[in-house]
């Protein structure tokens, strides 16, 4: 649809000005231009969201889905009380996770997640409220609740790392 390809090319094309924004060292800046990179990262990441969220889909797409999920295979953790389990989580959006793990949780379970990018560029190394949505056969889907807003910066990072990865493999 040429809708959705413009919203691709726009998304592929924030992403580049993301990364040139990135590779500025923000001590070479002077207060003015500072300010200036800070207000346009910020315009960014709101417009990123706004790609990324069920707004930005059609009614069909929308149809039993809240976000854009990408696929993903990062390590990550899932904890309800005690110790951690460990999980894999295989596609992530802005508003949630599918884990592949053994920990068992009934839907509703209030849980914390961690998620782990090795070798990537967004720290998540920060528990992430979470609530289970569902589950089936060693999968549990958790959507993220109440998360600070620096937690759900990092989480629109990660998504938006992991789709500007999906992008360079041809995905």
């Given at each position: ?82 110790e951690p389990a460990a ?85």
């Amino acid at each position: 649809m040429p809708g959705e390809q413009e919203d691709d090319a726009e998304f592929g094309q924030l992403l580049v000005e993301l990364d040139q924004l990135d590779a500025q060292k923000s001590a070479t800046l002077d207060r003015k231009a500072f300010m200036q990179h800070g207000a346009r990262r910020y315009a960014i990441y709101k417009r990123l969201i706004a790609l990324l969220s069920p707004k930005a889909m059609s009614e069909e797409e929308r149809k039993g889905r809240k976000a854009i999920r990408i696929p993903c295979s990062l390590a990550a953790s899932i904890r309800q009380a005690g110790e951690p389990a460990a999980a894999t989580a295989e596609d992530i959006s802005c508003g949630g996770t599918l884990l592949r793990t053994d920990f068992l949780a009934r839907v509703g379970a209030e849980v914390t997640v961690m998620l782990k990018d090795e070798g990537g560029k967004v720290d998540l190394t920060m528990p992430i409220p979470a609530r289970v949505a569902w589950t089936k056969g060693g999968r549990l889907g958790v959507s993220f609740v109440s998360a600070s807003e620096g937690v759900s910066h990092r989480i629109v990072r990660l998504v938006c790392e992991l789709k500007k990865r999906q992008r360079k493999a041809g995905g």
